[in-house]
């Protein structure tokens, strides 16, 4: 089985930092691409930040600038690390990965429980 486990959330005033990370358990062969979501009160999930297995990232255009995602392969963990943070950044963050079991020829996808940022004065 595998799970992924998102920490780092919690309250922050505005222009502040957090670092999110999305730490990856079990039966793990490799990990594919890992993805940022977040979904605030009301509103449709979107896509945060991507990052492939080879460290090529691309974000969301509200974000560009003030978040950067990595990944330490050495640890199956992928961070989020969010600076200049806005009100309008409050959401539930989740991890999502495309994580290959070993002996498999194909990639399954995999949801963390999220984390709440909420940026508030």
């Known amino acids: 089985q595998v799970q992924l486990v998102e920490s780092g959330g919690g309250l922050v005033q505005p222009g502040g930092s957090l670092r999110l990370s999305c730490a990856a358990s079990?039966?793990?062969?490799?990990?594919?691409?890992v993805s940022w979501y977040r979904q605030a009160p009301g509103k449709q999930r979107e896509l945060v930040a991507v990052?492939?297995?080879?460290?090529?990232?691309n974000y969301a255009d509200s974000v560009k600038g003030r978040f950067t995602i990595s990944r330490d392969n050495a640890k199956n963990t992928v961070y989020l690390q969010m600076n200049s943070l806005k009100p309008e950044d409050t959401a539930v963050y989740y991890c999502?990965?495309?994580?290959?079991?070993?002996?498999?020829?194909?990639?399954?996808?995999?949801w963390g429980q999220g984390t709440q940022v909420t940026v508030s004065s």
């Open positions: 079990g039966s793990i062969f490799s990990i594919n691409v």
């Open positions: 999502n990965a495309d994580i290959y079991p070993p002996g498999s020829a194909a990639g399954y996808d995999y």
């Open positions: 990052i492939s297995s080879g460290g090529r990232t």
